[in-house]
């Protein structure tokens, strides 16, 4: 059983970092993608980032591009966020998600496809600050 585990949350001033972590249990292979969502309140999820397992290909949403990295741990049991330069509007609960993927590049946006995803943690609030 696949399980997702967000840590790292807080409160930031603008400007400032954050990391988040995504602590993975259960995948069975590299055949994953794990992506990052933020859902501000009283929206709906956006993705923000996304890892593909296979072969570290990183994709980014254009709010976020340039300003958060996402990486894992050699084994791949640990996500990783790094949020730099944060704004308030990156405010919001941030999910970490899994999910199987055979099919090499994810082209497009493709990758922040909700329905791509089986498999979702409980979610770590991010609260920035001006």
């Known amino acids: 059983e696949v399980q997702l585990v967000e840590s790292g949350g807080g409160s930031v001033q603008a400007g400032g970092s954050l990391r988040l972590s995504c602590a993975a249990s259960g995948l069975s292979s590299d055949a994953y993608i794990v992506g990052w969502f933020r859902q501000a309140p009283g929206k709906g999820r956006d993705p923000i980032s996304c890892?593909?397992?296979?072969?570290?290909?990183?994709y980014y949403a254009d709010s976020v591009e340039g300003r958060f990295t996402i990486s894992s741990d050699n084994d791949k049991k640990s996500i990783y966020l790094q949020m730099d330069k944060l704004e308030p509007e990156d405010a919001g609960v941030y999910f970490c998600a899994a999910g199987d993927w055979l099919l090499g590049r994810l082209y497009g946006q493709l990758w922040g496809r909700q329905s791509l995803y089986s498999y979702w943690g409980q979610g770590a609030q991010v609260t920035v600050s001006s």
């Open positions: 890892l593909s397992l296979s072969d570290d290909t990183a």
